[in-house]
């Protein structure tokens, strides 16, 4: 849309940006447009943060630990604290049990469980599902841990007899990422399940993940609702911002117990307050950000919001069936597949393709309105 040259940043600025803005305003038209047929992606586009603009001409830094106010002294952290409350609850975890912040986005959150789960088991082997996401592999690199791809199950769940088979023959601590929403297929693994078959393999020392990325509210509000969280047995859980909720900006809120924090944490040296995150300088937007669509939503108003996509995901299927598009969808959640359409439309609509077929994630801005326009194209 714009040459390299148009875009080239000149050696002196002429302190005059009425262009730039202008061209900017032309980026954000395209943008604008291109979102309406947004429908193969797992992020929410439906949101205005505009009211939020003052916070665009300060800079807000939450280096350091999000219960601890840095000797830089601007930040967001009792917003931070709020949303990561918010989210505590919601994952069935004690208040004084659980130590969460809001991460740069899902991989980073992926990063700190798996580095609170490594320092609790130095000699653990990572497991995850074949369709786990790609952090997860390149995470064990990063941190130097065995990892295991584990089979998947007819419907891209992580399947517990090879999982059985995998821990058994290790007798090592187990380190297992259970995906609550593939990316792919929208598969939810069983934690109670996994638990179960790594104390049948004779593992006992077993610490469970939970990357519910953008399953996790989806397995929460749901009908039937799945387990996902800590009562369910996970040791750690993270939910994305940018997903359901919706953001401008990436980011994950990731909870772990505060014994495991505890392992990573060095005390005062983060600008004069504990370090234990990942990030130094960290984002005091996103915690702004994802407060204020809390705020708008409450409890009832977010569940609200994960129905209204699951109903929209039935009616995507039967459309996509009376299109001739044989449609198939994970039991309760909001991906569906569906036979191939041409490359034009593929594009078209941003849709991705797994196993050959086309992918519709059904997010807030998706309504059925969306869906019968792409039907229309379709046929
Ligand atoms: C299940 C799952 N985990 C982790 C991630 C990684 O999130 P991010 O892209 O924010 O790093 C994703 C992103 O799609 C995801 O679907």
Same mark, same amino acid.
């Given at each position: 849309m714009f040459t390299p040259e148009e875009l080239r940043i000149p050696l002196?600025?002429?302190?005059?940006q009425r262009s730039d803005v202008e061209l900017l305003h032309r980026f954000a038209t395209s943008v604008e447009e291109q979102s309406r047929r947004?429908?193969?992606?797992?992020?929410?586009?439906?949101?205005?943060?505009?009211?939020?603009?003052?916070?665009?001409s300060v800079h807000l830094n939450n280096a350091g630990s999000p219960g601890q106010a840095s000797e830089?002294?601007?930040?967001?952290k009792p917003f931070e604290q709020a949303v990561t409350a918010f989210f505590a609850e919601l994952a069935g975890g004690e208040p004084d049990e659980v130590f969460g912040h809001v991460a740069h986005g899902g991989t980073e959150a992926n990063l700190f469980a798996a580095f609170v789960a490594r320092e609790r088991y130095p000699d653990g082997v990572l497991f995850a599902s074949?369709?786990?996401?790609?952090?997860m592999p390149k995470i064990a690199r990063l941190l130097r841990v065995p990892y295991v791809a584990v089979d998947v199950d007819a419907t891209g769940a992580m399947d517990l007899s090879a999982l059985g088979r995998e821990v058994g023959s290790r007798k090592a601590p187990a380190i297992v990422v259970a995906t609550v929403?593939?990316?792919?297929?929208g598969a939810v693994d069983d934690i109670p399940g996994i638990r179960r078959t790594c104390s049948d393999a004779g593992v006992d020392e077993v610490y469970v993940h939970s990357d519910?990325?953008?399953?996790g509210p989806l397995a929460e509000f749901g009908q039937p609702r799945r387990p996902w969280s800590f009562p369910d047995g996970a040791d750690s859980v993270s939910v994305s911002g940018?997903? =359901? =909720?919706?953001?401008?900006l990436p980011s994950s809120v990731v909870l772990v117990r505060e014994v495991d924090a505890d392992t990573i944490r060095r005390p005062g040296v983060a600008v004069g307050s504990d370090d234990d995150t990942i990030?130094?300088?960290?984002?005091a937007l996103s915690p702004l950000l994802l407060w204020y669509a809390l705020r708008g939503l409450g409890r009832t108003g977010f569940a609200a919001r994960v129905r209204q996509c699951l109903e929209v995901t039935e009616h995507a299927v039967r459309r996509l069936a009376e299109a001739g598009r044989n449609p198939a969808r994970f039991?309760?959640?909001n991906v569906v597949l569906f036979d191939r359409p041409d490359e034009q439309v593929m594009r078209a609509w941003h849709l991705l393709e797994v196993d050959g077929r086309a992918h519709l994630s059904v997010m807030p801005h998706v309504t059925t309105e969306l869906v019968d326009r792409l039907c229309a194209d379709l046929t």
């Open positions: 002196r600025g002429d302190g005059d947004m429908a193969g992606f797992p992020v929410n586009l439906e949101f205005d943060y505009r009211p939020l603009a003052p916070f665009l830089y002294g601007l930040d967001s074949r369709e786990a996401h790609y952090s929403g593939s990316t792919g297929r519910a990325a953008f399953g940018h997903k =359901i =909720i919706g953001s401008p990030g130094g300088s960290r984002d039991p309760g959640g």
